[in-house]
């Protein structure tokens, strides 16, 4: 009954008073749950959770290897690769709730990378803490309290590789819905192991439940690496509307819906499950298909979808979106697919 009522003032409130930035965050499918107290949203560092179960793939395509280690043995067992090239780039995926390493979108990334010589990538699966068994509202609010513990523990997998010579200027942290979320941690707790931050962090579509009105430092942000960059792609619903990166990315329609998802006239509230999602995962099909495609997302700085879409910011400054990003622009920056074939 809680539900159909907040249903029923969030018809008002959109026929009142419009929609403004952050109000997604409020009233979308997921938020419906949350304001009915059927998750809960906690973000305590102090439980002690462990994460020994984690399990991290490295693959060198180069020369066809792949090789699995647990987060506490991954830092030595990659130092110990014969011929490992320390002056390689290092990437590390960390995926979304109920992701794991065999997940459609774990394929999409390592297919994207495999013809990058220059790139080692280290892929995370945190699926034994983050799975959806319990149910949704049940698994979503376990794997939140995870958040901070699995980023601590990629934190420290990193750090060790960092001790053995791995420059964090080689290192980028790429992560999908939950998986950007868990990167903030593992930024700042890098930070507080080494003094040190790595060089970029790309947060693909962060996580909006529990994250986007919690306070601040429980979210990806500037200053979680040397770069922060944020693409949204379903913004208020599933994935987050904060604006705090060094440069936020707003996709097609403001950054809430994608075109071909069946996204109804409301974003947000009324979308099924399915459309949500695929406008979610939209975020992994741009950026792998950037990475085969250097030039593809011009983007230009614009201070509001509505100006954008007028045309008003084609004389700003521009950059290009994606893996090819050049990490000098800052704010926030609108862009289309329309015209880009991102199975390609």
């Known amino acids: 009954m809680k539900t159909l009522v907040f249903s029923l003032f969030v018809c008002f409130a959109v026929q009142v008073h419009g929609w403004s930035r952050g109000d997604l965050e409020k009233y979308g499918p997921f938020q419906l749950a949350l304001h009915s107290n059927l998750i809960k949203c906690n973000h305590d560092r102090n439980l002690n959770l462990d994460v020994s179960g984690i399990d991290v793939y490295f ?44 997940k459609r979108s774990y394929e999409q990334v390592r297919s994207a990378f495999r013809e990058l010589s ?54 980028h942290g790429v992560g999908h819905s939950l998986g950007g979320q868990i990167l903030g941690q593992m930024g700042e707790e890098f930070t507080k192991l ?19 009105n919690s306070f601040t430092n429980d979210q990806v942000r500037a200053g979680n690496a040397e770069y922060v960059e944020v693409y949204h792609c379903n913004a208020g619903a599933l994935g987050s509307s904060s604006v705090i990166a060094d440069i936020d990315f707003f996709i097609n329609k403001n ?15 009324f979308d099924s499950s399915k459309a949500a999602s695929c406008s979610h995962r939209t975020c992994i099909d741009l950026w792998t298909a950037s990475i085969r495609h250097p030039d593809w997302f011009p983007a230009s700085k614009c201070n509001s979808y509505g100006n954008f ?10 950059t290009i979106a994606g893996y090819w990003n050049p990490g000098n622009a800052t704010g926030m920056y609108y862009f289309t697919t329309e015209g880009y074939d991102l199975s390609s």
């Open 59 to 102: 693959y060198d395509f180069s020369k066809i290897d792949v090789e699995m280690f647990t987060i506490d043995e991954a830092a030595q067992g990659i130092l110990s690769i014969k011929h490992l090239d320390k002056k390689r780039k290092f990437i590390i995926y960390i995926g979304g709730f109920k992701s794991q390493i065999n």
């Open 118 to 171: 220059d790139t080692y990538l280290i892929m995370i699966d945190h699926s034994q803490y983050t799975h959806n068994r319990q149910g949704s509202r049940k698994s979503y609010a376990r794997s939140v309290k995870y958040v901070h513990y699995i980023g601590k523990a990629v934190a420290q997998m990193l750090a060790g590789l960092a001790k053995g010579g791995v420059s964090p200027k080689n290192m």
């Open 255 to 269: 950054g809430r819906s994608q075109p071909n998802c069946g996204t109804p006239l409301i974003p947000g509230v």
């Open 194 to 212: 080494t003094g040190k931050k790595i060089a970029r962090i790309s947060a693909l579509d962060p996580a909006g439940p529990c994250f986007a």
């Open 309 to 318: 879409k007028k045309g008003s910011c084609t004389m700003n400054d521009k």
